[in-house]
């Protein structure tokens, strides 16, 4: 049965101190799962997640049990990392996960690294949560002191170790293979893929990164079942959704909703409508590097396929009539991404704002590559010169040319991170930017 | 050599060592160590750093100078990070950021002995626009009128740069 307004999986314990500490968390149910996991076969636990339709909240929305399988065969050493470096502009549900709820990731983790077989496991958190990295080390400590970690956890002879590592700084660390030279104590710059770390990751060994949302999920879903999770959520997506709203509504906040609900729910049930009394004008969907969406695209359910696929959302253009190819022909609408759902109202300068988001990706990028390097810092320059109304006639050609340079030739995806939504803003918000030049014409 | 690790870093270090299949891995940690034992990573701190886990003094510098959280310089006792990023900013986080200048004396960027103000990017409190965090302590729903009462507060219970390691 598809998940109601009010279903709550991984948020369940918000709010409550008690479930923080380890006999709290117990009190509840906690770690129960975990006996029946370890006492099954790891390959039916990998079966099992692979039916729930469990799909990457980090953002990609990549199907976690198909991710899994990758690992090879046989593997010697295998290993399991958290991605906690939540950094993403507009979202913020991670943090909030594992300040309420360590212990469930905890148990997530030992589940996953036992249907994987990895001993040697990580939480890479970010460098400026320290108070989220205080609430994970002494969980971790907890569960080492109550056998649920170590060299043979509850007696099963299996090995299990976690290692909290924090980051210091740096939003390139989300990016999978950042992240995994971060935690080898290097400079956090991506690695070309292939290999892909699901066969060469951590220290040269298969390695599977997961969302801190995604590995909280898992002990649910071997407790209810894969149907279950499967019917709760939409299509090929199981479960809830993390969803973090921010922006002009009257209540921003941290929701579990169900994955079918649409953007004009959300804003208008979930959170009592735009503030002031004012109107949507544009939508950015799943973090600042998703094409937003305009007034008139938000009855689309918030879904990993629907946001790719549904006719309703215009697609990208690199410039009028010209559509951005995303390989093979296929048309770039939206995605999903990492939850965070930024609502802009019809009072905001939107240029101001897409300024803003190309100044975070200039700033963010870890110059390995040229095209990013450069052509990060170039869309910051000339956003700012078109905002403050001291742009060129022809500006707006020149920040295409420079998006569509960037998107597809860097090693990673914050090229792409900055040039998806500055085509997207230009495709669906154009008459804005133009409105900035032509008062530099008039004057 | 004229820096020191006290004994309670030491040891945290070697524990950590014993998590991972080599040093190298330590050297964030050993350098959020140093930095809160030494207040900033100065060059003897990091040939400490390398000492410390057998590193090369220019693998140690090139870590250092990759991640934001990372400091050369002294710097104020408390760091005052304001995200002034799009959610911030749709609800006023410029309008902090300047009251935070004004009240302080300092322009984004500047440190004087007690505080350092830096325009940060998202801190993952979006929902609580504006946000500004300092170590392990947030301030949500900030409004310029509550800069000053935040300065007060931090001036009796500092959040130094690497308070928790």
């Known amino acids: ?84 470096d939540e950094s993403e502009p507009g979202t913020c549900k991670d943090r ?18 036992h249907a994987l077989r990895a001993v040697h496991n990580y939480i890479y958190i970010r460098g400026e949560m320290m108070r989220e990295y205080a609430v994970l080390v002494r969980a971790v400590e907890e569960a080492y002191q109550r056998g649920y970690l170590g060299k043979n956890i509850l007696g099963t002879g299996l090995e299990c170790h976690l290692t909290v590592h924090r980051g210091a700084g740096a939003y390139i660390c989300g990016e999978e293979t950042a992240l995994l030279n971060s935690l080898e104590g290097r400079r956090g710059q991506p690695r070309l893929k292939p290999p892909f770390p699901a066969i060469k990751g951590l ?23 894969a149907q279950w999770f499967a019917g709760l959520g939409v299509g090929r997506s199981g479960g809830t959704r993390m969803i973090c709203v921010s922006g002009h509504v009257e209540r921003p906040g941290v929701y579990e909703l169900p994955i079918g609900v649409t953007f004009n729910q ?15 004008r544009a939508v950015i969907p799943g973090g600042t590097s998703m094409p937003p969406l305009s007034v008139d695209e938000l009855d689309v359910p918030i879904e990993f396929d629907a946001l790719m696929t549904d006719e309703r959302i215009r697609p990208v253009e690199v410039r009028p009539g010209q559509l951005f190819d995303l390989g093979g022909g296929r048309q770039l609408r ?33 110059g390995q590559c040229t095209p990013c390097r450069e052509g990060t810092g170039w869309l910051e320059k000339v956003c700012r010169r078109v905002a403050n109304e001291q742009g060129k006639p022809d500006d707006l050609e020149l920040l295409a040319s420079i998006a569509h340079g960037i998107a ?3 090693i990673c995806a914050l090229g792409e991170a900055a040039a998806w939504p500055m085509l997207g803003f230009l495709t669906k918000f154009r008459a804005d930017f133009e409105a900035k030049i032509g008062k530099v014409r008039a004057a | 050599m004229s820096l020191e690790f006290s004994a309670e870093a030491q040891k945290k270090i070697a524990a950590l060592c014993e998590r991972y299949p080599s040093k190298k891995p ?120 509550q800069v000053e009462e935040i300065i007060r507060y931090l001036r009796e219970h500092p959040h130094p740069e690497s308070e928790v390691v």
């Not at chain 1, 909030?96 to 690294?113: N, T």
């Not at chain 2, 505080?115 to 990017?121: A, I, Y």
């Open chain 1, 1 to 84: 049965m598809p998940a109601e307004i009010g279903t709550k999986l991984v948020s369940a314990k918000f709010g409550n101190e008690a479930a923080k500490t380890l006999a709290g968390y117990e009190k509840l149910g906690g770690y129960q799962v975990l006996r029946k996991a370890l006492a099954m076969r790891p390959e039916d636990l990998v079966n099992e997640v692979k039916a729930s339709n469990l799909r990457g909240r980090g953002g990609a929305g990549f199907a976690t049990g198909v991710k899994w399988g990758f690992v090879p065969k046989d593997s010697p050493a295998v290993h399991l990392v958290c991605n906690a």
């Open chain 1, 96 to 113: 909030e996960l594992i300040y309420w709820d360590p212990h469930l990731l905890i148990e997530g983790m030992i589940i996953s690294a």
């Open chain 1, 203 to 225: 220290f040269g060994e298969p390695t599977i990164v997961n969302n801190v949302e995604t590995l909280m999920n898992v002990p649910i879903i071997i407790d209810k079942g």
């Open chain 1, 266 to 280: 959300l804003i208008n049930e979930v959170c009592g409508g735009v503030w002031k009394g004012r109107k949507v």
């Open chain 1, 334 to 366: 939206t995605m999903a991404g990492s939850g965070g759902v930024v609502v802009i109202d019809d009072h905001e300068d939107l240029v101001k704002a897409v300024w803003r988001i190309m100044k975070f990706y200039a700033h963010e990028s870890c």
């Open chain 1, 408 to 410: 597809g030739n860097t």
């Open chain 2, 26 to 145: 330590v050297v964030l940690a050993a350098l959020h160590l140093a930095q809160k034992e030494f207040g900033h990573l100065s060059d003897e701190a990091l040939q400490l750093v390398g000492h410390t886990l057998d590193l090369p003094y220019a693998h140690v510098f090139g870590v250092a100078t990759f991640y934001t959280m990372f400091r050369r310089e002294p710097g104020g006792k408390t760091t005052i990070r304001v995200c002034t990023n799009i959610s911030c900013m749709l609800r006023g986080g410029y309008d902090v950021l300047a009251a935070f200048e004004s009240k302080l004396g300092l322009t984004k960027g500047q440190s004087n002995k007690d505080f350092g103000l830096v325009e940060e990017e998202c801190i993952a409190a979006c929902a609580n626009a504006p946000a500004v965090v300092c170590g392990t302590k947030y301030f949500l729903d900030v409004e310029p009128a």
